[in-house]
């Protein structure tokens, strides 16, 4: 599959936040900023161009969880810029006000793309074909027909995502290893609760959603992809004793899995080399 992306008119409305304000759950310490720390960041924003911050013209809202430990679930703020037809590279943050927090950064490639890596980087890799249909990924802010042509070429894609500040965790300073975070493959595993919340926060139905992208193709995802599904966990190990092993279900224990797949296989993890 080839992304192909949006008229002129259409980017410029992903560049809208929209929705509801997302506050930060972290307070990071620190002294608030002297008076010449303030000029200093004023006249840098006059004076100093910042070419890959502008090329940011999507934003995205969606859920992430922790690979390995699918109970370690966080809605997750993306904000892309589009490389070319087949690469789109986000930042992602833990809200979407001026103060939020990096959390990570997150990799999308096409399928095409996506078949030609090797089988071993393929287990780093989720699709977003679920996420896409299920009406849990969203485009806050621009009207319904451009947001249903940006699902059209996102349900394809691949993504590669790893979190380095665990907000859910660190509620001051980014701490531990980073960590590989995957994306929901069928009914039933994310937090309700959680996806909820979000609807009611950004002002939309997600379920709506969903009914409205039942006309959009579910391509065949690659067999590689969602590694953690048959039991192949990736996932870097942490020295720091930073708490994502005590996330829920331990590596062994499977989500709901999709139609066809194998819901009784025993998980294995391998660690980050």
């Avoid at 103060?99 to 950064?105: E, I, P, Q, S």
């Avoid at 969203?138 to 042509?149: D, F, L, N, R, S």
Wanted: some cysteine; charged content about 20%; proline content about 7%.
């Amino acid at each position: 599959m080839r992304i192909v992306f949006l008229n002129a008119t259409a980017v410029l409305a992903l560049a809208a936040c929209g929705g509801g304000t997302t506050s930060s759950s972290v307070q990071a310490p620190g002294a608030e900023a002297a008076p010449t720390t303030k000029a200093l960041d004023a006249g840098a924003a006059l004076l100093q161009d910042r070419p890959p911050i502008e090329a940011i013209n999507a934003y995205l809202d969606g859920f992430h969880f922790y690979n390995g430990h699918p109970a370690g679930q966080m809605e997750a703020h993306h904000y892309c810029s589009i490389l070319n037809e087949d690469v789109i590279q986000c930042t992602i943050y833990d809200g979407n006000v001026r103060d939020a927090k990096l959390m990570g950064v997150e990799y999308i490639i096409s399928g095409a793309l996506f078949g030609s890596l090797p089988e071993p980087e393929k287990k780093l890799w989720h699709s977003h074909v679920h996420e896409v249909k299920s009406g849990q990924l969203v485009a806050p802010g621009i009207p319904a027909p451009a947001e249903h042509a940006l699902m059209e070429k996102l349900v394809g894609t691949y993504g590669k995502t790893w979190h380095t500040w665990h907000t859910d965790l660190d509620k001051d300073l980014p701490r531990g290893m980073p960590q590989l975070m995957m994306g929901f493959t069928a009914d039933g595993q994310v937090d309700q609760a959680m996806l909820t919340a979000r609807d009611q926060r950004i002002g939309i139905d997600s379920g709506e959603r969903r009914a409205a992208r039942a006309d959009i193709p579910s391509p065949p995802i690659d067999p590689g992809a969602d590694a953690w599904q048959r039991g192949q966990v990736v996932q870097i190990e942490d020295p720091s004793g930073n708490r994502h092993a005590q996330h829920g279900a331990p590596s062994g224990q499977m989500m709901p899995q999709p139609a066809g797949e194998n819901a009784t296989s025993r998980g294995t993890t391998e660690k980050g080399r």
